[in-house]
């Protein structure tokens, strides 16, 4: 599947994010860490060593400085890398004020 932008600017990024999936009826279904290839306002792309299906709910915990923003998102793009690797697409549905300037600290031009 080719990866969709999500039309905001994208920034770099190395971090590590722990995750946890929610099927359809909102039961948790994995949890895990994945690493963050990019990061905007509106999404994150993670690096996943299998796919995941689309729609599919997602709570995020990521380490920034010393402090933890946390996001809910939407899985709505998969990209395979390799073999072994998934680009997984998310759009951020809930991402307070306070944490997208806790990512700011880190990251200032998402704030712009």
Avoid at 65 to 82: F, H, Y
Avoid at 83 to 95: P, Q
Wanted: glycine share 10%; hydrophobic share 40%.
């Amino acid at each position: 599947m080719e990866f969709q932008g999500r039309g905001t600017e994208r920034i770099k990024s190395d971090n590590l994010i722990a995750f946890i999936l929610y099927d359809s009826k909102g039961e948790k279904v994995n949890q895990g860490m994945a690493r963050a290839m990019d990061i905007s306002r509106s999404g994150i792309a993670l690096e996943f060593s299998a796919p995941l299906d689309l729609g599919l709910k997602i709570e995020l915990s990521m380490g920034m400085g010393d402090e933890v923003a946390k996001a809910v998102g939407t899985v709505k793009n998969v990209a395979i890398i390799d073999e072994r690797s998934y680009h997984i697409g998310i759009e951020f549905e809930f991402l307070t004020e306070d944490d997208l300037n806790q990512i700011g600290m880190i990251y200032p031009s998402i704030l712009k």
